[in-house]
Nanobody
Framework: QVQLVESGGGVVQAGDSLRLSCLAS????????VGWVRQAPGKEREYVAA????????YYEGSVKDRFTMSRDKAENTLFLQMNNLKPEDTAVYYC???????????????????WGQGTQVSVSS
């Protein structure tokens, strides 16, 4: 089992920045991809970004690629998502997720992550 706990969400204005954190515990993450998925009100969950934990390979959804940066602290088992130039359309609950497949796989199989966190709310006002 992998437990995931997100933090760092909040209410900001358009153009502001936030950094989300995801603390993982349980199994070693060396064979996992860990990523971020968001869900806006009334919409399906949307893939945001993912990282292959051991190799560091990253994958980003197109609309966030130039604004969001993902990183990890392997020693602390923590994943980060630095979000810059936030837009109202970024408003959503952001979930941390982990799974054994590649980040590319989850881009088209977003509902098949093995583990999920409880989510953290990000609200961006215009």
């Amino acid at each position: 089992q992998v437990q995931l706990v997100e933090s760092g969400g909040g209410v900001v204005q358009a153009g502001d920045s936030l950094r989300l954190s995801c603390l993982a515990s349980g199994r070693t993450l060396s064979r996992y991809t860990v990523g971020w998925v968001r869900q806006a009100p009334g919409k399906e969950r949307e893939y945001v970004a993912a990282i292959r934990w051991s190799a560091g390979s990253t994958y980003y959804e197109g609309s966030v690629k130039d604004r969001f940066t993902m990183s990890r602290d392997k020693a602390e088992n923590t994943l980060f998502l630095q979000m810059n130039n936030l837009k109202p359309e970024d408003t959503a609950v952001y979930y941390c997720a982990a799974g054994i497949h590649s980040g590319d796989y989850y881009h088209t199989h977003n509902d098949q992550w093995d583990y999920w966190g409880q989510g953290t709310q990000v609200s961006v006002s215009s």
